[in-house]
Nanobody, 115 residues
Framework: QVHLVESGGGLVQAGDSLRLSCAASGDTICISDMGWYRQAPGKERELVAT???????FYVDSVKGRFTISRDNARYTVSLQMNSLKPEDTAVYYCHSEGCGYNFWGRGTQVTVSS
């Protein structure tokens, strides 16, 4: 079992920045890919960005050039630097990891961007 705990959400204005962090504990040997998903009210959860254990990254088109994902393999953490935030970025952001055949999720952190 892997436990993921997010931090760093909040209320900001359009154009501002936020940094989300996620710390993993438990069976961390299982962790391979790590990433962030988000779910806005009334919408399905969507992938935002992922980073592999070797550092390869993926971003959904809507955040390319604005968000940067990074991870610290020694500390089992993953971060999401979010710049130039837009109201449409408002959502609950969930940390995710996969490994040993399982998917693990954090409880989520709210990000609200006002116009």
């Amino acid at each position: 079992q892997v436990h993921l705990v997010e931090s760093g959400g909040g209320l900001v204005q359009a154009g501002d920045s936020l940094r989300l962090s996620c710390a993993a504990s438990g069976d961390t040997i299982c962790i391979s890919d790590m990433g962030w998903y988000r779910q806005a009210p009334g919408k399905e959860r969507e992938l935002v960005a992922t980073v592999g254990s070797g550092g390869a990254t993926f971003y959904v088109d809507s955040v390319k050039g604005r968000f940067t994902i990074s991870r610290d393999n020694a500390r089992y953490t993953v971060s999401l630097q979010m710049n130039s935030l837009k109201p449409e970025d408002t959502a609950v952001y969930y940390c995710h990891s996969e490994g040993c055949g399982y998917n693990f999720w954090g409880r989520g952190t709210q990000v609200t961007v006002s116009s």
